[in-house]
């Protein structure tokens, strides 16, 4: 066979004139085909958010987030779900939600072993495990996992409430929580369990309602290795060890572990007395007293 070989003159032209098409992260070393990609990927790390929402104030590093953004406002959805109809306002979120009919969860956890139908939710996720809150607020110092829950966060110190209910009025800090609002009043519940039929309005709530079923308890504590189906659990659970009481009663002084222990605690004090002696009329704060005297009337 007759050895071709390219001269040297040519292949060294040749990559230079390649080198000269790729762009180069200084920072990261990622590289880039297209200018507009490259100045948009810099934004990440300059910070430069340049595109404003004259509705809500928030701030974008690119072009194509503002759009997707405005569509929160305007109310457009014009990506449409070729199975069940449903619209979206980008592709992106009608490529997860197809998901839903398919089953498919290509992004498994290494850690725990639980699948999420998108990759931003496994990185999410991850922080459960890690501990790590990368976004801190530069109001009170408090940090957060993700970046959405840190603009959430802000919100409490501004007051904002951007995102309004068309039916009632009610304003949300942000978008899922209007979402899942508006469901209350059309009754909405699209998320059903494959295997017993309950239906929700939120998929979070039908991931945790599937451990029911399955006994997965994906939360584990790093300090006794005691594990939990969710997080919230796993958090109140924690404070056993760390001896952190953060819920007080405003009337004794007394604190907690968990919230509902408080709420519990509170009826002593005659906050609340849900259980009704039909008999007599007597209230009691709680059931276990409230069965013990039924005996005096039943014998």
Not at 96 to 111: F, L, M, N, V
Not at 154 to 164: A, Q, V
Not at 246 to 252: E, K
Not at 254 to 276: A, C, E, I, M
Request: aromatic share 8%; charged share 25%.
């Amino acid at each position: 066979m007759k050895d071709i070989s390219i001269p040297q003159d040519i292949c060294a032209k040749s990559i230079d004139k390649n080198d000269q098409l790729l762009k180069y992260c200084d920072i990261c070393k990622e590289s880039f085909l297209e200018e507009s990609k490259f100045n948009q990927h810099k934004q990440i790390h300059t910070g430069e958010k340049p595109y404003h929402c004259t509705v809500c104030g928030k701030s974008l590093s690119d072009r194509s987030s503002f759009a997707r953004h405005k569509r929160i406002h305007t109310g457009e959805k014009p990506y449409h779900c070729s199975i069940c109809g449903k619209s979206f306002s980008n592709d992106g979120h009608l490529a997860q939600h197809k998901r839903t009919h398919t089953g498919e969860r290509p992004y498994p956890c290494d850690i725990c072993g639980e699948s999420f139908s998108a990759g931003s939710s496994l990185t999410r996720h991850k922080r459960i495990h890690t501990g790590e809150k990368p976004f801190p607020c530069d109001v009170c110092g408090k940090s957060f996992p993700e970046n959405c829950s840190l603009t959430q966060h802000k919100r409490i110190h501004t007051g904002e409430k951007p995102y309004h209910c068309s039916i009632c009025g009610k304003s949300f800090t942000n978008d899922s929580h209007l979402i899942r609002h508006i469901r209350i009043h059309t009754g909405e519940k699209p998320y059903p369990c494959d295997i017993c039929g309950e239906s929700f309005s939120v998929g979070s709530s039908l991931t945790r309602h599937k451990r029911i079923h399955t006994g997965e308890k994906p939360y584990s504590c790093d300090i006794c290795g005691k594990s939990f189906s969710v997080s919230s659990s796993l958090t109140a659970h924690k404070r056993i060890h760390t001896g952190e009481k953060p819920y007080h009663c405003d009337i004794c002084g007394k604190s907690f572990y968990q919230g509902s222990n408080l709420t519990t605690h509170r009826r002593v004090h005659g906050w609340d007395k849900p259980y009704h002696c039909d008999i007599c009329g007597k209230s009691f704060s709680q059931n276990s007293g409230f069965i013990h005297h039924n005996h005096i009337h039943t014998g």
